[in-house]
């Protein structure tokens, strides 16, 4: 297998992109192989890098089925239950405290009362 080609932060040449771009206009990689990557200096830890894809041979993003918006839908709805209380918090219930505010700070809730 040959070496990618490796340019510089910025200065891909027309053509290439990233997956975020690709999905940004609506396509994807499709099954392709790395064109080549582009690098930005890190200054701790190694260079930052990011595979370039060809925009021409990318294929266009699969819509989503009715079952992937269902699944979708549970998901979500599911980061947004509270396991203390079993009630919707109506946003995502942070990683940090595992319930909704409420739950988590009870004495707060009775002080603004």
Not at 54 to 59: L, P, R, T, V
Not at 71 to 83: E, F, G, I
Request: with cysteine; charged share 25%.
């Amino acid at each position: 297998m040959a070496a990618l080609p490796v340019y510089p932060w910025r200065l891909a040449p027309d053509g290439l992109a990233t997956v975020r771009q690709l999905r940004a206009r609506g396509l994807r990689p499709g099954g392709q192989d790395v064109a080549a990557q582009i690098e930005r200096p890190r200054y701790r830890r190694g260079p930052l890098v990011a595979y370039l894809y060809e925009i021409d041979k990318a294929k266009p993003v699969r819509p989503m089925t009715p079952a992937k918006w269902a699944a979708l839908a549970k998901a979500n709805s599911a980061r947004r239950t509270c396991p203390e209380c079993e009630r919707d918090a109506g946003y995502v219930i942070p990683a940090s405290l595992g319930m909704c505010v409420p739950c988590a700070y009870p004495d707060d809730e009775q002080r603004a009362a």
